[in-house]
T-cell receptor, first 112, second 112 residues
Framework: GESVGLHLPTLSVQEGDNSIINCAYS??????FIWYKQESGKGPQFIIDIRSNMDKRQGQRVTVLLNKTVKHLSLQIAATQPGDSAVYFC???????????FGRGTSLIVHP | KAGVTQTPRYLIKTRGQQVTLSCSPI?????VSWYQQTPGQGLQFLFE???????NKGNFPGRFSGRQFSNSRSEMNVSTLELGDSALYLC???????????FGPGTRLTVT
């Protein structure tokens, strides 16, 4: 099955800085990856996804980079704002299923 | 369009009791999945329902069960509660199987 992990449990940044949250996965056959944001007291919220035929995908202030060679993906948040403070999860379906396996999460703390 | 709703939001039960949690998906969504979130294990998939049938099941004991009604609303039941069942139980709905999932706020279950 898929194993998905994040490198750092906590990331602290200053407001206005760019944030980079990293994630590693184990299954080289994984072809779809999702980033979620979970704010306190809420369920995870879809941010952006990427398929394995792409190296990069951009959204509003967010960019996901996929490096299939080292089985690593990252979420970059530009001009981080206090409202970006949350736990961020990467997820990938495993074992031929579309059911996502979630990483442990990185808590992003944005200092004003 | 209203989001995914879960009731109750908070619940305290005693070991050995049983509990039923409810989830109302986004209108038109036919697939409902349940997840357990704990600090130690992270987000783990419980089961998925589509057209009133369980389509996928995670690695949880038989004490965890669920069902889906004809209006796509879903319930999950945990019998003979254990202390380790204390967790945030999240429901997610999608229009179809494998589609983008929208999570509810979760039910916080505390077993004493």
């Amino acid at each position: 099955g898929e194993s998905v992990g994040l490198h750092l449990p906590t990331l602290s940044v200053q407001e206005g800085d760019n944030s980079i949250i990293n994630c590693a996965y184990s299954n080289s056959a994984s072809d779809y990856f999702i980033w979620y944001k979970q704010e306190s007291g809420k369920g995870p919220q879809f941010i952006i996804d990427i398929r394995s035929n792409m190296d990069k995908r951009q959204g509003q202030r967010v960019t996901v980079l996929l490096n299939k060679t080292v089985k690593h993906l990252s979420l970059q948040i530009a001009a981080t704002q206090p409202g970006d403070s949350a736990v961020y999860f990467c997820a990938a379906p495993s074992g031929g299923s579309y059911i996502p396996t979630f990483g442990r999460g990185t808590s992003l703390i944005v200092h004003p | 369009k209203a989001g995914v709703t879960q009731t109750p939001r908070y619940l305290i039960k005693t070991r050995g009791q049983q509990v039923t949690l409810s989830c109302s998906p986004i209108s038109g969504h036919r697939s409902v999945s349940w997840y357990q979130q704990t600090p130690g294990q992270g987000l783990q998939f419980l089961f998925e329902y589509f057209s009133e049938t369980q389509r996928n099941k995670g690695n949880f004991p038989g004490r965890f069960s669920g069902r889906q009604f004809s209006n796509s609303r879903s319930e999950m039941n945990v019998s003979t509660l254990e202390l380790g069942d204390s967790a945030l139980y999240l429901c997610a709905s999608s229009w179809d199987r494998g589609g983008e999932q929208y999570f509810g706020p979760g039910t916080r279950l505390t077993v004493t």
